[in-house]
């Protein structure tokens, strides 16, 4: 099974035999251990004997599950922390029974959140997944076919609005004043280019002072559009918020009139635009799939389920995110926003996603209740 770990568990080694012969006959002899991205998840064996000098362990696993000699496998247990033994299949023993070298020994360094509850079939899944369809990054090397048809159809649009328009996604070869738009996320209102005060001040303090923030002569940029007889300009980053609420700036408006001076109202009926462009590029970038797919085991901060949608299988491995609907069975729906924490890929292709919850639907109780069902699980799960 392939595995993606988005984040990296901080943890201590073990390196001294004492410590880790201590760890293993105090806390793990005759323990039930879980094995790392078992397929079915949740599977176990029990730590049956340890050898003296701490570098070999004996476990005994259940029927149905078999282990290869040379196979690298991870076992782990909740002791507060996250503790785990990464180990290779040395020898089979026999009646389900496993000698196994114990490569490495280590413990998170700071105590699990909550512990996990497994689930059988049928106890609470999610659907309703809203997922975007491409990422939308910073750099934008690859633009979203969604982006490019949105600014194409928006610069069509309002080409009678001014003299010049431009709708674009930032690039390498970009004028230093839209470079410094970018690296801002401020608007530039020039609104007399012949007018030297008109590069010294800003009507506002999301609005650029050409002067101080832009590394571009005064004279020579006045010139310039004396030149080209352009009396105002106005450019406005476009910024896109993702899933996980990073402003990320995509492109830009840029607009040029050779008749009439722009203004603050011109400017914030732009920036209004600028918002509509972003609203229309999240609706066409977003994906519905209302399957049902299985939570395998979920805790207060977090779940995981099985993926099996064409789609998602392709788009998940990409995105930080995605929303969804929760059931717990014979229940309403909770709403909520998972972080894509770890995915991995089985022989089939399909996918097993650890979230961590990042936010609730906003309508009151549904934390609350959410919190009410997993602990409700945990007793029922303690009782059998």
């Known amino acids: 099974m392939e595995t993606i770990e988005r984040t990296k568990r901080s943890l201590d080694i073990f390196s001294?035999?004492?410590?880790k012969l201590h760890v293993l006959t105090k806390f793990l002899l005759n323990q039930e251990l879980n094995i790392k991205d078992s397929d079915p998840p949740g599977d176990v064996c029990v730590l049956k004997k340890v050898a003296g000098d701490g570098t070999?362990?004996?476990?005994?696993?259940?029927?149905?599950?078999?282990?290869?000699i040379g196979q690298?496998?991870?076992?782990?247990?909740?002791l507060g922390r996250y503790l785990h033994l990464e180990c290779t299949v040395e020898?089979?023993?026999?009646?389900?029974?496993?000698?196994l070298n114990l490569d490495k020994i280590a413990i998170a360094k700071k105590d699990r959140d909550s512990q996990r509850v497994y689930l059988q079939p049928g106890q609470a899944w999610i659907t309703n997944i809203i997922s975007s369809k491409a990422k939308i990054e910073t750099d934008m090397f690859h633009v979203p076919t969604a982006v490019k048809v949105n600014f194409q159809d928006y610069e069509t649009k309002l080409k009678d609005k001014c003299d010049f328009i431009k709708i674009s996604t930032f690039s390498t070869n970009d004028e230093e004043k839209v470079r410094t738009v970018k690296k801002t996320q401020k608007l530039l209102l020039i609104e007399d280019t012949q007018n030297e005060a008109s590069y010294k001040t800003a009507l506002m303090e999301d609005f650029i002072v050409f002067a101080d923030d832009v590394d571009s002569e005064i004279p020579k940029e006045m010139n310039q559009f004396r030149n080209q007889?352009?009396?105002s300009e106005l450019i406005?980053?476009?910024?896109?918020?993702?899933?996980?609420?990073?402003?990320?700036?995509?492109?830009?408006?840029?607009?040029?009139?050779?008749?009439?001076?722009?203004?603050?109202?011109k400017a914030m009926e732009t920036k209004t635009i600028a918002f509509e462009m972003v609203d229309r590029i999240r609706n066409s970038n977003l994906i519905k799939s209302d399957g049902k797919y299985p939570v395998l085991d979920i805790s207060e901060g977090g779940?995981?389920?099985?993926?099996?949608?064409?789609d998602l299988l392709q788009s998940l491995p990409k995105l930080g995110?995605?929303?969804?609907?929760?059931?717990?069975?014979?229940?309403?729906?909770?709403t909520a926003f998972g972080q894509i924490k770890s995915i991995q890929k089985d022989q089939e292709g399909h996918l097993t996603v650890g979230l961590a919850l990042a936010g609730h639907s906003s309508r009151p109780g549904e934390k609350k209740r959410f919190l009410e069902n997993v602990e409700a699980l945990r007793k029922a799960q303690s009782k059998s």
Not at 16 to 19: G, Q, R, S, V
Not at 56 to 68: E, M, N, Q, Y
Not at 242 to 265: C, R, T, V, W
């Open 16 to 19: 001294d035999k004492e410590k």
């Open 91 to 99: 020898q089979e023993k026999g009646e389900s029974s496993y000698v």
């Open 56 to 68: 070999k362990i004996l476990v005994h696993s259940r029927p149905t599950t078999t282990f290869a």
């Open 72 to 78: 690298k496998i991870t076992l782990y247990k909740i």
């Open 236 to 265: 406005i980053p476009i910024i896109y918020l993702n899933d996980e609420e990073d402003s990320i700036p995509i492109g830009y408006i840029q607009m040029q009139s050779k008749s009439e001076k722009f203004d603050l109202a």
């Open 303 to 310: 779940l995981k389920v099985k993926i099996d949608h064409p």
């Open 229 to 231: 007889k352009i009396i």
């Open 321 to 334: 995110g995605f929303h969804f609907d929760i059931f717990f069975k014979m229940q309403a729906p909770l």
